[in-house]
T-cell receptor, first 111, second 115 residues
Framework: SQQGEEDPQALSIQEGENATMNCSYK?????LQWYRQNSGRGLVHLIL?????REKHSGRLRVTLDTSKKSSSLLITASRAADTASYFC???????????FGTGTRLQVFP | SAVISQKPSRDICQRGTSLTIQCQVD?????MFWYRQQPGQSLTLIAT?????????ESGFVIDKFPISRPNLTFSTLTVSNMSPEDSSIYLC????????????FGSGTQLSVL
């Protein structure tokens, strides 16, 4: 399978703590994206990082990409109960618009 | 950005029947995709819905089981045919603006249960 792997599978933290999720993938990529899914419904795009970028920020989100290790991490700082959701990485390859999704991390933030 | 309306939001169906899921985008989009998400699992791409031509299916998915239509740049349907309990999943429609806009927008999903 070309699917990426994420770890941890599940993460529980207290409000105010930081949450870090990791994603590993198998093939060369054009970009890597992170999505959020609440309660098994539609996904929402969070952030995109291109293969020639190493780090990107958006609000409380920080994404890193290491193409030599084929891995990425998503850091959510100062987490809130509303951040409780599943988070998926997805890889985009050259010459195709398809995205391949990772296995996901279920984040639970306790108030 | 694009807003995607997907219906039905959920359905309970009998074994052997078929269900058609509709996906409407509020603007013209280049690419539309259909994903399946089994309970507690990640998303698996079923096919790319091509406007005016046959869909492109991923390994393990065939047209006879999952016929797809895309008559224009804003609308697509996915049919789940001759259903069995193994087809119980969430089916998600998504769209992108094409290679200049790689991020995907998603519908809210169709939760299908087959008895």
């Amino acid at each position: 399978s070309q699917q990426g792997e994420e770890d941890p599978q599940a993460l529980s933290i207290q409000e105010g703590e930081n949450a870090t999720m990791n994603c590993s993938y198998k093939t060369s990529i054009n970009n890597l994206q992170w999505y959020r899914q609440n309660s098994g419904r539609g996904l929402v795009h969070l952030i995109l990082i291109r293969s020639n970028e190493r780090e990107k920020h958006s609000g409380r989100l920080r994404v890193t990409l290491d193409t030599s290790k084929k891995s990425s991490s998503l850091l959510i700082t100062a987490s809130r109960a509303a951040d409780t959701a599943s988070y998926f990485c997805a890889t985009g390859r050259y010459n195709t618009d398809k995205l391949i999704f990772g296995t996901g991390t279920r984040l639970q933030v306790f108030p | 950005s694009a807003v995607i309306s997907q219906k039905p939001s959920r359905d309970i169906c009998q074994r052997g029947t078929s269900l058609t899921i509709q996906c409407q985008v509020d603007s013209q989009v280049t690419m539309m995709f259909w994903y399946r998400q089994q309970p507690g699992q990640s998303l698996t791409l079923i096919a790319t819905a091509n406007q005016g031509s046959e869909a492109t299916y991923e390994s393990g998915f065939v047209i006879d089981k999952f016929p797809i239509s895309r008559p224009n740049l804003t609308f697509s349907t996915l049919t789940v045919s001759n259903m069995s309990p193994e087809d119980s999943s969430i089916y998600l429609c998504s769209a992108s603006g094409g290679t200049q806009d790689e991020k995907l927008f998603f519908g809210s999903g169709t939760q299908l249960s087959v008895l």
